[in-house]
């Protein structure tokens, strides 16, 4: 929790005690279905919360805006961005019930009210969004096949609109989408060693 506050020192007292719960709701849920790598459990602040939140560190949601995580797995990087942007709408979405059941279960235990799941797959997903967020989920350019079509386009903000991509290593073969690209080094955010490879890949689809 330290290195949370470290980065985001102005947490409210609400979001302050939502992320203290996140360590222990994550061990006991871990426990009963593996929705996390077990050496990676321990380091869950480091590898899975304050990973999400370099989303929040290179940009900033508007309120009401609907953002869709793809692929969210444990709930990641979608539950720690929803604590973060409460008055943003977050959608969690993943193929894999019980991972669902384990997301769900987690923001009722932190009434986060500004966040719901879906057990669906990403090319099956239906309705319109601001933003999709995600985490080493797919190559790029099945991402965006999978939500280009589900872009809400619109005067504001659509420097921001398209698709979040936390991704490490060599992205050279990824990169050449056809639409506007932008990598930012996670190490230019965080100083962990964990992140030295780590990067944000923005596409816009203006």
């Not at 799941?117 to 967020?133: L, Q």
Request: include cysteine; aromatic fraction near 10%.
């Amino acid at each position: 929790m330290q290195i949370i506050e470290k980065y985001f020192p102005s947490l409210s007292v609400g979001q302050r005690e939502r992320f203290e719960k996140l360590g222990p709701l994550y061990r006991k849920w871990n426990e009963k279905i593996n929705v996390i790598s077990r050496k990676d459990i321990h380091q869950l602040y480091l590898r899975h919360v304050l990973h999400s939140l370099s989303i929040a560190k290179y940009i900033s949601f508007s309120s009401n805006m609907e953002v869709l995580d793809i692929g969210t797995g444990g709930g990641f990087p979608g539950i720690p961005l929803a604590i973060l942007f409460p008055e943003v709408h977050f959608t969690l979405v993943d193929s894999i019930q019980k991972k669902v059941r384990v997301v769900q279960a987690v923001i009722d235990a932190l009434e986060l009210n500004n966040a719901k799941t879906s057990n669906i797959r990403a090319e099956k997903i239906k309705g319109k969004y601001d933003v999709f967020v995600c985490r080493a989920v797919a190559p790029l350019s099945t991402l965006i096949h999978w939500t280009r079509k589900n872009i809400v386009f619109a005067s504001d903000n659509d420097s921001i609109r398209g698709l979040i991509a936390l991704k490490g290593g060599d992205l050279s073969k990824e990169i050449d989408t056809g639409y506007n690209t932008k990598i930012v080094e996670i190490r230019d955010l965080f100083e962990e060693p964990f992140f030295l490879e780590k990067k944000i890949v923005h596409v816009t689809y203006g």
